[in-house]
Nanobody, 119 residues
């Protein structure tokens, strides 16, 4: 069993900043990658940013230069979001690609944290 717990969402005005946090716990042997996805109303879930165990990062074009993903303690991932725009409004989900004690590799998801950007 793997749990991902997110925090840090909220409401902010355009141009503002928020920092999302996600902590993984449970029967984890190794985390290959962690990332953030988002889903806006009426839209499909999309990748926002991801970071591998080797600290390689990948960003959606729409957030590059504004958002920064980072890792801490191997089981925590953060998303620093600056210069937020109304179109960043969505529910943000933490994702982890994990190897568990039984040797299986699976993707796990957090419950989601809501980010609302409006004036």
């Amino acid at each position: 069993q793997v749990q991902l717990v997110e925090s840090g969402g909220g409401s902010v005005q355009p141009g503002g900043s928020l920092r999302l946090s996600c902590a993984a716990s449970g029967s984890i042997t190794f985390i290959y990658a962690m990332g953030w996805y988002r889903q806006a109303p009426g839209k499909q879930r999309e990748l926002v940013a991801a970071i591998t165990s080797g600290d390689s990062t990948n960003y959606a074009a729409s957030v590059k230069g504004r958002f920064t993903i980072s890792r801490d303690d191997a089981k925590k991932v953060y998303l620093q979001m600056n210069s937020l725009k109304a179109e960043d409004t969505a529910v943000y989900y933490c994702n982890a690609h994990v190897k568990t004690w039984n040797g299986a590799r699976n993707d796990y998801w957090g419950q989601g944290t809501r980010v609302a950007v409006s004036s």
